[in-house]
């Protein structure tokens, strides 16, 4: 089946730190990638995402891109804010063979900056 | 892009009653709405998908007599937690996928209930 495998947090940065969470996937056939952040007491929001190999997602600074060799998708950031604080999920879409799709999430990584 | 909303946000209810919760895409027609339950710390749970107008497809380990999903129209599903008990404490999120959009499911903010 599919999985996702993500660094466990939690993670503590100073502001302006660079960013790097790790996420590795597992796959049957081609799933499009994705980062979801989720801000306390809030649902998931879509932060970005890439549908084929070497595809790059960027927004709001963060990047991730789709690494077919090493089935990876790392989210990264140059310099973070502490309204970067949140729990932040990598997950693959894939073909349930249901008539649909279906999302796997991998565990999430609580992120915490400190001013 | 895609709104989902919820309601209620929060619901508190005793132990043995049910609670229904209500997901609507706003601006968009949800040919699949899927239900997701979270633990605190923890990652999304799917427990089931919708099509609209027929029966829902649960996970394994869900149940479908307890976790009552209705898809009645495009732009709206339900999920009603039947007999509620301190366990089924959770925060519930749905989300939608149009059909013309599989690549993407679009999620509402959730809902927090609490069983007394």
């Known amino acids: 089946g599919n999985s996702v495998t993500q660094m466990e947090g939690p993670v503590t940065l100073s502001e302006e730190a660079f960013l790097t969470i790790n996420c590795t996937y597992t796959a049957t056939g081609y799933p499009s990638l994705f980062w979801y952040v989720q801000y306390p007491g809030e649902g998931l929001q879509l932060l970005l995402k890439a549908t084929k190999a070497d595809d790059k997602g960027s927004n709001k600074g963060f990047e991730a891109t789709y690494r077919k060799e090493t089935t990876s998708f790392h989210l990264e950031k140059g310099s973070v804010q502490v309204s970067d604080s949140a729990v932040y999920f990598c997950a693959l879409n894939a073909y349930s063979g249901a008539g649909s799709y279906q999302l796997t999430f991998g565990k999430g990584t609580k992120l915490s900056v400190i001013p | 892009g895609a709104v989902v909303s919820q309601h209620p946000s929060r619901v508190i209810c005793k132990s043995g009653t049910s609670v229904k919760i209500e997901c609507r895409s706003l601006?968009?027609?949800?040919?699949?709405m899927f239900w997701y339950r979270q633990f605190p710390k923890q990652s999304l749970m799917l427990m089931a998908t919708?099509?609209?107008?027929?029966?829902?497809?649960?996970e394994q380990g869900v149940e479908k007599d307890k976790f009552l999903i209705n898809h009645a129209s495009l732009t709206l599903s339900t999920l009603t937690v039947t007999s509620a008990h301190p366990e089924d404490s959770s925060f519930y999120i749905c989300s939608g996928a149009s059909g013309t959009r599989y690549n993407e499911q679009f999620f509402g903010p959730g809902t927090r209930l609490t069983v007394l």
């Open positions: 919708s099509n609209e107008g027929s029966k829902a497809t649960y």
């Open positions: 601006d968009f027609q949800a040919t699949t």
